[in-house]
């Protein structure tokens, strides 16, 4: 008879993880929250689309093979496309093209040392091994690296953006990181991550894996034998010989904190978040005329870090010609912007969008806002130290999330990579593990 796993959680994680199981020969069985599968990449459709869209904006870098892999293996026909959308930057009121070395020297108000400065440190990062010092420092060593007035103006923007009070604290080994493993190229597959959340849902149960959607685990607690005991939408479940949490981190340690040794639940409690928001908007027209895919804001007076024109990536085809813009920042977990209305928020960011284009409005189709609590963990040197392994110390329980992911930044490929790597872990254990009667 099979082994049988019990997997929580159908964002990317769960659904890979439920792949690499099903392959290795075992049962599955594979719960979500949510009505639809994909977790963070999950997206939507509107009237006439081809593809649905992704609630938050979403691309593959071309160093990211494990995610790749993963897709040929599951469906050696959908394809990855890799163009090279334009990044820019919104400095002093203007669109300033960001993609390389040329547009540096070109940065307008930076002295020629200082572009200097910036470009010998960037490619310092981009070709420097790991190094454990990365993550024994902060990024407040980084205008010492790439000079003070290239932090000033461009990086520290857009770190306090993203993290808020907290950025002097985060490891310089999460921004080496990030300079590390990109490329200008970037990936999206045919139909998009959410269309490829879909698809795996359908492959999965076509492999008989057991699918149960809209069911939160409210419960969890040790059962006989090794099993554990859930409690679902307020009915009881018993997992199989093993059971995975593929959940945000905050929500696995709501459910087994208690189960911790103390110190550690109370350590890992106080791991700080950002919640992410994105206001949709549908247009007639382009947003940003000049093509831009990835226009950083670097004025911290604006209500939001990024503005993602999806369709200047991806062709507007897809989307019955219509013109798809994130307007994206990450928020603290109680921002009110996280419980106002669609309609509130975008009357907040209206006058700011103005001032990218003013007359905005008279293409404007229609718009949607998606909001996600811990939707960025806050990767400080301390809880680089306290990072949770893959097994939680307790019986047949295992567990991942964005936190479990370092160096590397969170994101879809070192998902995956994990996944794999618990699922050897998994079937290894098993192996050894005389079968519970
Ligand atoms: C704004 C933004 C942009 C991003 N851009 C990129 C990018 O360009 N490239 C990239 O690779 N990555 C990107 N990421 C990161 C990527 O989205 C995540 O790393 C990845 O989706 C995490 O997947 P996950 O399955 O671990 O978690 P999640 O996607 O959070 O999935 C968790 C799942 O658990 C379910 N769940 C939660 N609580 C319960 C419960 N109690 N009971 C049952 N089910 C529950 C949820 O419904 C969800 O389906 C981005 C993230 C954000 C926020």
Redesign the pocket.
Known sequence: MNKRATI????????SLAYFLQRRGWKVEL????NQ??????GFREKGWQWPLDS?????FQQ?RA?RHWLQEMFPTITIDYPRPKTSLLLEGKIIPFNGTADLWRLPGFHWNQKLHLGAGMGLLKFSPWLPIFARQTVSRLPQLLGAQAFGEIWKPLLSAKFGDLWPEVALGWFWARIKSRSSRLGYPQGGFAGLADKTLAYLKQKHVSIYQQ????RLRPGNNGHWQFT?NGRRHHSGETTIL???FP?SLR?IGPLLPRRQQQQWQQWPSRA?L?LVLRLRKPFLMDNTYWLNILNPVFPFVVVVEHTNFISPAHYNGEHLVYV?GYYANDDPLLRQRPATILRRFTPWLRKIRLDFENDLIGFNVFR?RA??PVITPYFTRLRPGLETGLPNLYW???NH?FPWD??????VANTKKLARLIDSKTRKRPRAS
Do not use: C, M, V
Not at 410 to 415: A, K, P, V, Y
């Open positions: 929580i959680g159908a964002g990317f994680s769960g659904l719960f979500n929250q949510s599968p994909g977790g963070l990449a999950a938050f904006y979403h691309h593959l990211d995610f069911q939160k685990l409210s679902f593929a959940l945000p929500e459910l992410a994105t994206g996600a939707a960025q991942l999330s964005q992911i969170r994101g879809l490929n070192w998902t």
